[in-house]
């Protein structure tokens, strides 16, 4: 199946610093998507993006397609923005679509 | 309130006990999904179903069985619980919109099952 691999596993930042987190993958995609855990579990979709680049408020995506990746951005990190990160991609497949396979995360904490 | 709902939160059976773990959603989505996340890991599917009456297997599916009675409900069910099962389920739906392109997918907040 495809390989979804992120960096960095662990992140510790000061409140305010910006973080970029990546997501490499090794196939062609026709979904890819990005989540948000929280410190208590839940999960939170943040982005579709399978390409180009997408902004919501402090947070942006970018998926470079032909290069199988795709960036993370969180600029002036809060707090809340602590958890694990989770890229999840859906391979394009001559037998249909596949579902969702996760990475295995980037653990971000934001220290005040 | 509106999303997907898990019951129960929290479970402990011993091996080789039954119990079924409930999801609904209330958004009018047609699929629904099953995932398992262990410590360190990403979640991994564990059956899904794109429409009413509809399941498929998804990556790990062996030791559950899935049972969408209709476009609210998904539910899963082990049979002969073991150890290795021991795992936060989450239970979640997905919605595809065309104008603009979108595709979202809502969770559960989770089940943490202890296979004693």
């Known amino acids: 199946g495809i390989q979804v691999e992120q960096s960095p596993p662990d992140l510790i930042l000061q409140e305010g610093a910006n973080s970029t987190l990546r997501c490499n993958f090794s196939d062609s995609v026709n979904n890819l998507q990005w989540f948000h855990q929280n410190p208590w579990g839940q999960l939170i979709n943040l982005f579709y993006?399978?390409?180009g680049t997408k902004q919501n408020g402090r947070l942006s995506a970018t998926t470079v397609a032909t290069e199988r990746y795709s960036l993370l951005y969180i600029s002036s990190s809060q707090t809340t923005d602590s958890g694990v990160y989770f890229c999840a991609v859906e391979r394009k497949s001559n037998f249909g679509n596949e579902k969702l396979t996760f990475g295995t995360g980037t653990r971000l904490t934001i220290i005040p | 309130n509106a999303g997907v709902t898990q019951t129960p939160k929290f479970q402990v059976l011993k091996t080789g006990q039954s119990m079924t773990l409930q999801c609904a959603q209330d958004m009018n989505h047609n699929s629904m999904y099953w995932y398992r996340q262990d410590p360190g890991m990403g979640l991994r599917l564990i059956y899904y179903s794109a429409s009413e009456g509809t399941t498929d297997k998804g990556e790990v599916p062996n030791g559950y069985n899935v049972s969408r009675l209709n476009k609210r409900e998904f539910s899963l069910r082990l049979e002969s619980a073991a150890p290795s099962q021991t795992s936060v389920y989450f239970c979640?739906?997905?919605?595809?919109?065309?104008?603009?392109?979108?595709?979202?997918?809502?969770f559960g907040s989770g089940t943490r099952l202890t296979v004693v």
């Open positions: 993006i399978p390409s």
């Open positions: 979640a739906s997905s919605w595809v919109s065309d104008r603009p392109s979108n595709y979202g997918y809502t």
